[in-house]
């Protein structure tokens, strides 16, 4: 079960990163990896509250609506949640790290629209995971998802030293080639791990 839970943890961080496999939560990816310190920042918030939408998703569709013959509204209760959870984490930063909120603008109250976060929960339902593994691979995912745009952010922050990009490929044209570029890099780990 131990070897499981950390296969599942790999998988979800190199394999099938949230972001550079499935391509999600690009919205504040390309928007927040200009700055090394926005995108550790979001990359926390994120993985916050992943985690603790799965984890309350999780009894929530499997102890409440699947009992009860109700899944076909899981999609409305799962937004309630991340919007819930959302909101308590833009009081916490309103509360402890002014200056953090003030860098993230509107992109804050976005992680309620980010797909990553309601990804993770469908991928709970789809996959049919039990609780453990619901939490080991939402936290997985989210980890995943902040390694790609804390990488990507230092690489834009090296890139804008040198002063060199063309034009055309400023702001997120050279986002997403560098993400590219680093998925390819993470395609290398597909044979190291299967689930």
């Known amino acids: ?17 949230i972001a550079l496999t499935y391509l999600l939560g690009m919205c504040p990816f390309i928007s927040l990896s200009r700055s090394l310190k926005t995108a550790t920042g979001m990359g926390f918030a994120v993985i916050f509250v992943v985690t603790l939408t799965s984890a309350i998703n999780w009894p929530i569709y499997n102890l409440l609506l699947v009992p009860n013959g109700a899944e076909i509204i899981y ?3 799962f ?3 991340i919007a819930a959870t959302v909101q308590l ?3 916490l930063m309103e509360r402890f790290f002014p200056i953090l909120q003030a860098a993230f603008g509107i992109f804050l109250p976005l992680i309620t629209v980010n ?14 995971y039990g609780f453990i593994e619901t939490i080991v691979f939402a936290f997985g995912s989210a980890v995943g998802w902040m390694m790609a745009i804390v990488i990507v952010a230092g690489i834009n922050e ?6 060199e990009i063309p034009k055309g490929m400023k702001g997120p044209g050279i986002i997403m080639t560098t993400a590219g570029i680093i998925a390819l890099a ?3 780990f597909a044979g190291m791990v299967r689930i």
């Open 1 to 17: 079960m131990v070897l499981h839970l950390f296969t599942l943890f790999i998988t979800a961080v190199l394999t099938q990163n």
């Open 75 to 77: 999609f409305i209760v």
């Open 79 to 81: 937004i309630i949640v």
């Open 89 to 91: 984490v833009e009081m």
């Open 115 to 128: 797909c990553t976060v309601l990804a993770v929960s469908l991928f709970m339902v789809i996959r049919e």
């Open 158 to 163: 090296k890139l804008k030293l040198i002063g």
């Open 186 to 188: 993470f395609m290398g």
